[in-house]
T-cell receptor, first 109, second 116 residues
Framework: GQNIDQPTEMTATEGAIVQINCTYQ??????LFWYQQHAGEAPTFLSY??LDGLEEKGRFSSFLSRSKGYSYLLLKELQMKDSASYLC??????????WGAGTKLIIKP | GAVVSQHPSRVICKSGTSVKIECRSL??????MFWYRQFPKKSLMLMAT?????????EQGVEKDKFLINHASLTLSTLTVTSAHPEDSSFYIC????????????FGQGTRLTVV
């Protein structure tokens, strides 16, 4: 079966750095997405990785290792507005999006 | 990115009535749209894949007669929750993607359905 694992919840302090991990086992791989979802709102796109390595976009970076079936989302200089759920999703060989359960990130002052 | 508009954002209805939710892709032709349901503190649960001009493909466990999907044009898909019951109360979200590519999914704003 297809499976995506990410921690249920994480807590971090404003101004700090946090890393949210995602591991996956899927039928094929055509890329991995990270989305941010605030409570009661739809997800918004953060990043896409298909090649190994680190993609940096402002305060957010995403890393991928295809051989390890592993990705992480790195958030720097945390702000209170970063409190949200972060969803990891993988495109399988049929270009179907497989969603993780999401990681709820709580930012404390 | 592309814009997907979902309407209504919130709806309250009585048990036994039907509710229609619309999902429109405003600036691209979405031959395929996806309907998700999300329970509190849970991730997205794919309900069905809506294909323009053909029948929707439902995920296992989703009642097709309960959740009617119509994808009549390249820019509009609708989800009708028929004979709604309180257990149907949930957050419903649509998304559109260019299939068979690596492009991201564009989401509608979501619809909070409350059945009383």
């Amino acid at each position: 079966g297809q499976n995506i694992d990410q921690p249920t919840e994480m807590t971090a302090t404003e101004g700090a750095i946090v890393q949210i991990n995602c591991t996956y086992q899927t039928s094929g791989f055509n890329g991995l997405f990270w989305y941010q979802q605030h409570a009661g709102e739809a997800p918004t796109f953060l990043s896409y990785n298909v090649l190994d390595g680190l993609e940096e976009k402002g305060r957010f970076s995403s890393f991928l290792s295809r051989s390890k079936g592993y990705s992480y989302l790195l958030l720097k200089e945390l702000q209170m507005k970063d409190s949200a759920s972060y969803l990891c999703a993988v495109l399988d060989s049929n270009y179907q999006l497989i969603w993780g359960a999401g990681t709820k990130l709580i930012i404390k002052p | 990115g592309a814009v997907v508009s979902q309407h209504p954002s919130r709806v309250i209805c009585k048990s036994g009535t039907s509710v229609k939710i619309e999902c429109r892709s405003l600036d691209f032709q979405a031959t395929t749209m996806f309907w998700y349901r999300q329970f509190p503190k849970k991730s997205l649960m794919l309900m069905a894949t809506s294909n323009e001009g053909s029948k929707a493909t439902y995920e296992q466990g989703v009642e097709k007669d309960k959740f009617l999907i119509n994808h009549a044009s390249l820019t509009l898909s609708t989800l009708t929750v028929t004979s709604a019951h309180p257990e149907d109360s949930s957050f419903y979200i649509c998304s559109a993607r260019v299939v068979d590519t690596h492009t991201e999914a564009f989401f509608g704003q979501g619809t909070r359905l409350t059945v009383v």
